[in-house]
């Protein structure tokens, strides 16, 4: 199946990317896709851990299972006041 992950704010400065398609097996969780951005992207590994993450503009758990098409935001903490 293939899902879409978007970046934000510093995910999509250090990726270079707004978002990319995945290609995950049917029935693979939001962490199955956390996993394999942290491979591709071993530098941003350490941040995965503070991550929010919402799919179809919900937020979502790790363990929550992806459909095909779903949309995976990856979203770091953000700051301000």
Known sequence: MIVTLRYHALLREKTGKTEEALDLPSGAAVGDALKRF???YTALAPLLPSLQVAVNDEF?????????????D???PFGGG
Request: charged share 30%; hydrophobic share 55%.
């Open 38 to 40: 942290a491979a591709k």
């Open 60 to 72: 979502a758990a790790r363990d929550g299972i992806l459909r095909d098409g779903d949309v995976v």
């Open 74 to 76: 990856l979203l770091p």
